[in-house]
């Protein structure tokens, strides 16, 4: 099979054959190539060979090197240039990509073909000797680590005292006799560190660094954000040989990085940064501070204007934002990369709202551009005015990524993940985050640096996860070891607060207050485009009127799931809810279920109030009754003083209900079967709050859920209960309207599953309870997963953590046989789902294709069910 493509003006081998096989970056330079961009030519090796590499026990597949040779051999033809000549050399680029962009987590190596002897052609040829040893000195630095693993520093130290000896500020004020001393050194340090010679063999530095791109496919780092970002499933990296074109021959040539828009905001204005005289990741690495392109006019009008249109292409040609790179050799564009703009929700929200505008994209094709769960950000509270008002504003640095951010200070990675582990809220502070600060930066919740541009690491992996980031604060003077920061004439220390508003940069002292979002336009048009295309419904889980409330604003058309249980822990219920537990003849059960009473029917006064003319299905009491009692000597006697019992008599109870398995053991119906003067109460309870709201001209609508539901008798039997409960309930309030209270049960035991058409009998509805479902299908206790499921995704024994997104192959079998035997059973069976799967989107998708009548998550994630429910149906 082929394994190298070539792309440039003799041919495009790449057109039209996947990113699987060229990686992200090749596919985009054969693409741009192809519709005539000035992109310099090049090949591109596939990820196949990489995969190849791997399997061969880390070795080149055979042929491999002779492709690289015909391929290397068609640039020179094309540019006039021989590889390793000395009259006019060709210098590549060697540069990795895979499917998915990884951003920084693979090194480039830059300016790869020189040697000694060809350092000096380029050197005359270009007659420019200084840009010649500047190209030098970067290829052995970068080469060496890349390749060869020696340490950055020893270069860095090297240069700093080179500028310092030719009283160079910045990097490009260095002189030729500077750099060619330089280049020395560098090669001496190669030297001392690999024991070997700089290779002056062109072709051996371009196998040894092929060789290092395949190597970095599996680098610590890399493997650590895949995991992070849940990249699975590729076969490796790609490596694209490039020919070089200079940005680093003088005043008339530069390089930058773009946005086609503001990928912070989604505003439709080209975004960027660009340095004059520079090379490579000089515009990203903080060594000089770029300009935004903006002023890029002042400097070269041509290229900006044609830097303008080649966006305008892109956009059109992609139909999406595009993130770009490219380089100006002597006033003569080139184009590096490009690639599909990551972005903030909102962005991602404004973004396709604006192309559909500009009839670039579609309805439908604008939802799918939004990933779901980037909806969180735009959900996600900000600060509010008044409170910013009187806020001491520290310092501004960059809006890197929006939000707000409060909390204390955390200086490492490890601190940042230990402290939010042990509850803590952190800011991570860095001078400027690497790739190994991964961890750190997702724990954390907000990440503050001194250092660094809009374009920096810290600021783009920070809006990719929407996390909130201000960057380049260069006034803040961190000290790592100390474990405080300088700023303002004032220091504070790692267990101080402070505030970051990823918006505007501003980074303030204290805890700044925040306030929700507020949720119109473009938001609003999404939600409503949502609402069109999707067929599923979308509820929420909620047990109080305040969070119904919310989620009604963000758009649930009913409760799915209202718990009842946490409605007993409040300060005077649990007194009653313990007494009742004590309780040892169903009389005493009774006067304390009494008590509860006018509590519960309050509660659901308020939910079916807020939730009015839309469904609230309520489960009955769930948990093991030990769940209500304190454990604890201390506590059990302060109980017994209130309930004026022995402590004896507590503590014996206590142990009376302990349970081996508690999540197997005595709950659900299973305590309605036992107590039915539980189930009775809260029936009650029920029916006195949805006559009461009728009475108020409240049109209530409650369907009671009973729990961990096995056999479809346990049913029958509480089923009879609930008729006979509502009918009794009405009779004593002399109510003869009509309630239509539904019968329905939860779907959370595999038994339940399978037998779904006998079950169905007795239910009116099913609601999923996939956590319990997953918990009993796995046999994973939910509360104990944590010691060995990270293994399990790390290995790839699971492909996700099974409680946060649905085992459809697995657990989903047990959700579609229930939804097909349950419609067996009884017509048209209302099926929904209310395990935390509900609010994610890929398990969303699935509950789509299973036919299910509606999700039900938690408030906040129902926009972004309401969105993925969109997609599901597109
Ligand atoms: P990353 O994937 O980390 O962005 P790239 O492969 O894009 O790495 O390389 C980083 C930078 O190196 C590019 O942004 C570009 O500035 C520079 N570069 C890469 N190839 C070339 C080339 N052929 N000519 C000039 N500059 C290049
Ligand atoms: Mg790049
Ligand atoms: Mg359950």
């Keep these: ?102 951003p920084g987590m693979m090194n480039t190596i830059l300016n790869l073909g020189l040697t000694d002897e060809s350092v000096v052609a380029l050197a005359n040829a270009t007659s420019n000797q200084r840009f010649a040893y500047d190209a030098y000195r970067r290829l052995i630095d970068m080469f060496g680590d890349v390749v060869m693993e020696v340490d950055r520093d020893h270069f860095e130290h090297a240069f700093t005292a080179i500028k310092k000896k030719y009283n160079a500020g910045q990097d490009n004020e260095v002189p030729a006799e500077g750099l060619i001393e330089l280049c020395n050194e560098y090669k001496a340090i190669y030297k001392k560190y690999t024991g070997e010679d700089f290779p002056q063999d062109p072709m051996k530095q371009l196998e040894l660094a092929i060789e290092a791109v395949f ?75 770029p300009q935004p392109v903006a002023e890029m006019s002042k400097w070269n009008k041509t290229v900006y204007k044609q830097l303008l249109e080649i966006k305008d292409t892109l956009e059109a040609h992609y139909k999406d934002v595009q993130d770009i790179e490219f380089t100006i050799e002597k006033g003569e564009l080139f184009m590096l990369q490009t690639r599909n703009g990551k972005r903030t929700g909102a962005a991602a929200v404004k973004i396709a709202c604006d192309m559909v505008k500009e009839g670039l994209i579609d309805e439908k094709t604008a939802l799918l551009r939004i990933p779901a769960n980037d909806l969180t ?33 955390a200086f ?135 969070d119904s409330q ?15 249980e946490h409605m007993f822990f409040e300060e005077d219920r649990i007194t009653s809810m313990r007494e009742m537990i004590l309780a040892e003849t169903e009389e005493d059960r009774r006067a304390a279920l009494a008590k509860l009473l006018p509590y519960q029917r309050e509660d659901f006064v308020g939910i079916f109030t807020a939730m009015k003319n839309l469904p609230v ?24 003083e209130m309930l004026g019992v022995s402590p004896a008599k507590v503590k014996s109870r206590v142990a009376a209900l302990h349970e081996s398995n508690p999540m197997l053991g005595h709950r659900g119906c299973r305590l309605s079967v036992t107590y039915p003067e539980i189930l009775e109460m809260q029936v009650t ?53 009509q309630l239509d209270i539904l019968i329905g049960t939860m779907i959370e035991i595999p038994r339940a599953a399978l037998t779904a058409n006998e079950v169905a009998e007795y239910a009116e509805f099913f609601s999923f309870g996939t956590n319990d479902l997953t918990q009993m299908t796995f046999g994973y206790s939910r509360d104990d997963v944590n010691t060995f499921l990270p293994d399990y995704t790390r290995l790839e024994i699971l492909p996700t953590d099974p409680f946060q997104s649905l085992d459809t192959t697995g657990v989903g079998q047990l959700v579609e046989m229930g939804v097909t035997k349950g419609r067996q059973g009884r017509n048209g069976l209302k099926c929904g789902i209310c395990g935390e799967h509900g609010g994610d ?32 149906a597109i």
């Design 377 to 409: 950000q735009l959900l996600l509270p900000s600060f509010t005015p008044e409170s910013k008002k009187n806020a001491k504003v520290l310092t501004i640095g960059l809006p890197a990524s929006p939000g707000a951010a409060v909390g204390t200070l």
């Design 412 to 546: 490492t990675a490890e601190e940042a993940v230990e402290r939010t582990h042990a509850g803590e809220k952190v800011l991570l502070v860095r001078k400027e985050t690497s790739p190994e600060d991964i961890d750190g930066m997702h724990s954390a919740v907000g990440i503050l640096t001194s250092t660094g541009g809009m374009t920096s690491h810290a600021a783009v992996v920070a809006r990719g996860w929407g996390r909130c980031c201000v960057a380049g604060a260069g006034e803040i003077e961190i000290d790592e070891k100390g474990r405080k920061i300088k700023v303002g004439g004032k220091t504070y220390k790692h267990s101080d607060v402070l505030s970051i508003d990823g918006s505007t940069g501003q980074v303030m002292e204290g805890s700044v207050e925040t306030s929700e979002p507020k949720l119109s336009g473009d938001f609003a048009k999404v939600m409503k485009w949502a609402d069109q295309y999707r067929t599923l419904g979308v509820r929420t889980n909620a047990d109080t009127p305040k």
């Design 685 to 737: 309870a029920i029916v006195e709050a949805a006559i009461e709201c009728k009475k108020n001209r409240i049109n209530a609508m409650p369907e009671i859920m009973i729990p961990l539901v096995g056999t479809a008798a346990e049913l029958s039997l509480l089923r009879s209960k609930t008729e006979e409960t509502i009918e009794k309930t009405k009779a004593d309030k002399g109510y003869s309207g």
């Design 1 to 102: 099979t082929k394994m190298v493509y070539y792309f440039g003006k003799t041919k495009t081998e790449g057109k039209g054959v996947g990113k699987d096989l060229l990686g992200g970056k090749g596919l985009n330079l054969a693409d741009m190539t192809s519709i005539g961009l000035p992109v310099p030519p090049g090949i591109t090796i596939t990820t196949q060979v990489c995969a190849d590499y791997y399997k061969a026990g880390k070795k080149l597949p055979k042929g491999l090197m002779d492709e690289v040779h015909e391929g290397v051999a068609t640039l020179e033809k094309e540019l006039k240039k021989k590889f390793g000549d000395n009259k006019n050399p060709l210098l590549v680029s060697v540069r990795s990509g895979a499917a998915v962009s990884m």
């Design 617 to 640: 299905t309520v489960r009955l009491l769930d948990p093991p009754l030990h769940e209500f009692l304190p454990h604890d000597p201390k506590a059990q006697k302060e109980m017994a």
């Design 841 to 872: 989107p890929a398990s969303i998708d699935f509950c789509h294709t299973v036919g299910l009548d509606y999700v039900s998550c938690s408030p906040f994630r129902v926009p972004i069910a309401r969105l993925a429910a969109a997609q599901a």
């Design 215 to 289: 190597k970095s496919w599996n680098t610590t780092r890399a493997v650590r954000y895949r995991e992070v970002e849940g990249i699975r499933g590729l076969l490796g990296t790609a490596v694209n040989v490039q020919s070089m074109a200079y940005g680093n021959m003088g005043q008339d040539c530069g390089t930058g990085v773009a946005f086609t828009r503001n990928p912070s905001t989604g505003e439709n204005k080209f975004y960027g940064e660009f340095l004059i005289d520079a090379q490579g990741e000089d515009v990203v690495a903080g060594i000089r501070t």
């Design 550 to 564: 919310r989620a009604r604003d963000f758009g649930a058309e009913g409760i799915g799931l209202c718990r009842t």
